[in-house]
């Protein structure tokens, strides 16, 4: 068999898709016009296929910062830090984020899918155990694949699950490391934090929150799902990222633990990769002081939010469990998913399309992101879009039916 057979059946599948033209695996968004706005072709859409919570792409401090590193530092650091040194400004950003954070110890990495392997995989060896909520996203898994881990996943968002699946460990669970996230990526609910906090308060164990998608999110000062429900001396280590809220590429491992800094000279993810350009460093730093500064792009954020949230809710779609900068619509079939995703493009706004496997429940599903830069009008917009759908799409509003909300999701 050669070496690209494996993909043939994949292909196949990508194919019969894709022949109405648009890849929504491949989507060339041809021109960026703002944090929510952008041109596919001849059309001009409503981006809300971002992870661009508070639009600060275009956020003139962040630009400014960013133009201002390319000129001093240059374009790239052209290594890794471990064998080529570490420029200032990726020190300093650790620094702030530790202070924002509150934690002692920040390490930043190239991407968050890294961080992930970095810290899971070089913390979690074969000897240890993982025990993951069944939904973590896929740089998690990697992690485990990476370091050797034993993985018990526990169903999505099921602290009793845990729990029992603690039980069985006996004493192997006080030293086994838990990963939930914040916000999940797929239908924007969140983790039962406060509950998943008092097993580990009576089983033990170690726990990691990956908050790539509630940092500056949620939290009275934006530091994520642990802040808002008060819990943040129960959590070992907190993961994010700089691709969403903070409008750049990167990632961070945060923690209380001093020896977390050891993880500098373990962690191959760490150790064997360039690190991030002083342009992105920069970036992410002013994006960092706005958002301590700017609490109300948070408020914005979650007012538009809510607002789609109802409002696709009241149209009779069946979206996420709870309201969420991520409003996920499940749909029907990969074929019915796909025609409503081009549809919405063709009306001008521009979402994700999720196919199984990388779908709970096994539906197909559309994933909006709202960011506190859409205006009130796009997200009329986008709600215009999704209710011209609902009256003009026959076989997709027949599909609807069985995707007529039934109380979120099972
Ligand atoms: N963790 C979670 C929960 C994510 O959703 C993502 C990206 N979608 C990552 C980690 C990886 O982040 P990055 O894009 O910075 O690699």
Not at 8 to 35: M, V, W
Not at 51 to 68: E, S
Not at 387 to 405: E, I, M, Q, W
Request: hydrophobic letters at 40%.
């Amino acid at each position: 068999m050669a070496l690209f057979d494996k993909f043939t059946k994949l292909a196949q599948e990508r194919a019969a898709l894709g022949q109405s033209g648009l890849n929504p695996f491949g989507t060339r968004i041809d021109e960026i016009l703002s944090p929510t706005l952008g041109r596919i072709g001849d059309r001009e859409v409503v981006l809300a296929g971002t992870n661009n919570y508070l639009g600060l792409t275009f956020d003139p401090g962040c630009i400014q910062a960013g133009q201002q590193a390319l000129a001093l530092e240059g374009t790239g650091t052209t290594g890794s830090r471990m064998a080529n040194g570490s420029y200032g400004s990726h020190i300093a950003l650790e620094a702030e984020l530790a202070e924002f954070m509150q934690r002692q110890s920040v390490i930043v990495y190239s991407t968050g899918y890294l961080a992930n392997l970095g810290v899971i995989g070089t913390l979690a060896g074969p000897s240890d155990i993982v025990l993951l909520d069944a939904d973590c996203h896929a740089s998690i898994y990697d992690a485990c694949r990476l370091g050797g881990a034993q993985v018990i996943r526990f169903r999505h968002n099921d602290a009793k699950d845990l729990e029992r699946r603690m039980l069985r460990l006996r004493e192997q669970a006080r030293s086994a490391l838990i990963v939930v996230e914040g916000i999940y990526s797929m239908l924007g609910d969140r983790a039962p934090l406060a509950e998943i906090v008092e097993v580990k308060r009576r089983l033990g164990g170690y726990l990691l929150v990956d908050e790539a998608h509630s940092v500056g999110v949620l939290g009275p000062n934006g530091r994520g799902l642990a802040e808002e429900l008060g819990v943040e001396g129960d959590v070992d280590i907190v993961l994010g990222t700089f691709s969403k809220s903070l409008g750049a590429i990167g990632g961070f491992a945060a923690s209380r633990h001093a020896d977390m800094e050891l993880l500098r000279y373990a962690s191959r993810p760490y150790i064997f990769t360039a690190s991030s350009s002083p342009a992105s460093i920069a970036s992410v730093r002013a994006a960092l002081r706005a958002v301590q500064n700017q609490p109300e792009l948070r408020d914005r954020l979650w007012s538009n939010a809510r607002h789609l949230y109802q409002e696709l809710n009241a149209l009779g779609y069946r979206t996420g469990p709870e309201p969420s900068p991520v409003v996920a619509v499940l749909l029907g079939s990969p074929h019915e998913g796909m025609a409503f995703w081009q549809r919405l493009i063709e009306l001008g706004v521009y979402v994700n399309l999720v196919l199984p496997p990388a779908t709970p429940g096994g539906q197909a599903l559309v994933r909006c992101s709202v960011s506190a830069a859409h205006s009130s009008e796009q997200i009329d917009r986008i709600i215009q879009a999704f209710a011209h759908l609902r009256d003009c799409l026959p076989r997709t509003a027949a599909a609807g039916d069985d995707l007529v909300r039934t109380g979120g999701l099972a």
